[in-house]
T-cell receptor, first 112, second 114 residues
Framework: KQEVTQIPAALSVPEGENLVLNCSFT??????LQWFRQDPGKGLTSLLL?????REQTSGRLNASLDKSSGRSTLYIAASQPGDSATYLC???????????FGGGTRVLVKP | GAVVSQHPSWVICKSGTSVKIECRSL??????MFWYRQFPKKSLMLMAT?????????EQGVEKDKFLINHASLTLSTLTVTSAHPEDSSFYIC??????????FGEGSRLTVL
């Protein structure tokens, strides 16, 4: 059974600092991995999707890497801003369009 | 990206009543949709997979008679919480896969059972 772990569970940084969020999964036979952002009481916003054949994806200040063989992904957020404060979730899928298995999330607070 | 819409975004009901939550894919068709439940400060737990034109597939431990799922069309899935009790209070979120395999999520529906 796939298990996804995110470390740390919570993170507090001053504005401007780079953020590094870690995600690990036990079964490397994944199809893709997604990173999401969730604001309190809200739904999920998809940030980045990495296919299993890819090593990284970038969107603006966000960069996500994937090391499938070791079961790890890292989300980097450069030059953090208070608006980046949210919970970040990673999730993996075994097949295209298939259900996702989520990690526990990392709660991020960026202090002005 | 694709848009998935949920309604209502929040609902308060009395214990013993039933509540229906709708999940719509607004600009694409989805033969499959997924329903998740989220407890406060916890991650998402998959409840069931909704299949258009056939029965939903429930995850282990999820009562199918309590959580009725209907996927009536390629753009609509509904979750009905029957005879709701306070322990059913939670945040329910649906998702649908797009052509790329990427999953898009609705805004979530917060249910409070009094």
């Amino acid at each position: 059974k796939q298990e996804v772990t995110q470390i740390p569970a919570a993170l507090s940084v001053p504005e401007g600092e780079n953020l590094v969020l870690n995600c690990s999964f036990t079964d490397s036979a994944i199809y893709n991995l997604q990173w999401f952002r969730q604001d309190p009481g809200k739904g999920l916003t998809s940030l980045l999707l990495i296919q299993s054949s890819q090593r990284e994806q970038t969107s603006g200040r966000l960069n996500a890497s994937l090391d499938k063989s070791s079961g790890r992904s890292t989300l980097y957020i450069a030059a953090s801003q208070p608006g980046d404060s949210a919970t970040y979730l990673c999730a993996v899928s075994k097949a295209a369009g298939n259900k996702l298995t989520f990690g526990g999330g990392t709660r991020v607070l960026v202090k002005p | 990206g694709a848009v998935v819409s949920q309604h209502p975004s929040w609902v308060i009901c009395k214990s013993g009543t039933s509540v229906k939550i709708e999940c719509r894919s607004l600009d694409f068709q989805a033969t499959t949709m997924f329903w998740y439940r989220q407890f406060p400060k916890k991650s998402l737990m998959l409840m069931a997979t909704s299949n258009e034109g056939s029965k939903a597939t429930y995850e282990q431990g999820v009562e199918k008679d309590k959580f009725l799922i209907n996927h009536a069309s390629l753009t609509l899935s509904t979750l009905t919480v029957t005879s709701a009790h306070p322990e059913d209070s939670s945040f329910y979120i649906c998702s649908a896969p797009w052509d790329t395999g990427e999953l898009f999520f609705g805004e979530g529906s917060r249910l409070t059972v009094l």
